[in-house]
């Protein structure tokens, strides 16, 4: 009873630990993408003053991809910290919010565009394109999440990451561990 006890203990510190390795890896990610952005942005700037043709158009990619780091800040920050209450029920509740973060910048990006669209009309509407093409993407991230609830993707990783045990470490994670006898005091 007592090895059932520290099995259940030690499967339970290894998910905690998990979570919080996952909390510090989608923070070492966010920081990469805000020095990228930044970078990237002095670029264009660089390039829209020293090609500069009447029109300041560095503020568009600059507005855009904040909008997407700005959603990339809150599941990074603002979720996780909120899974961090519970971590038991962390991977049900990161699939939701990731939805609704991908939703939030649909929304804002889009919106950007249309803007962008009436500010600048062109000969062709190209707006319509990342509008059904980001909305099929949205549309399978929301079925993913709401209709199909991820099982099958699941089970699918969790057969990928036992097959890749058993040939990589010849260790079958199902299997019995064989009881250690000797230090029962016989």
């Not at 339970?12 to 390795?21: P, V």
């Not at 909008?67 to 809150?74: D, E, K, M, R």
């Not at 990928?160 to 009881?179: G, Q």
Request: glycine share 6%; with cysteine; proline share 4%.
């Amino acid at each position: 009873m007592a090895q059932i006890d520290t099995d259940t203990a030690l499967r339970q510190k290894l998910k905690y630990y998990n979570h919080a390795k996952s909390i510090i890896q989608n923070r070492m990610i966010f920081l990469f993408h805000v020095s990228l952005y930044l970078t990237v942005n002095v670029m264009l700037i660089g390039l829209n003053a020293i090609h500069y043709n009447g029109v300041w158009w560095f503020w568009i990619p600059l507005l855009s991809w904040g909008i997407g780091l700005s959603g990339h800040y809150c599941y990074a920050y603002i979720f996780m910290d909120i899974f961090s209450k519970n971590p038991m029920q962390h991977e049900r509740f990161e699939r939701k919010a990731q939805f609704f973060i991908h939703l939030i910048v649909y929304i804002l990006g889009n919106a950007t565009f249309l803007f962008l669209d009436y500010l600048y009309p062109p000969v062709n509407y190209w707006v319509v394109y990342p509008l059904l093409g980001w909305g099929i993407g949205l549309f399978y991230h929301f079925f993913f999440v709401f209709i199909f609830r991820g099982w099958k993707i699941k089970q699918w990783k969790q057969a990928k990451i036992v097959a890749l045990m058993k040939k990589y470490y010849d260790i079958d994670p199902f299997e019995e561990m064989p009881r250690d006898t000797s230090s029962s005091g016989k």
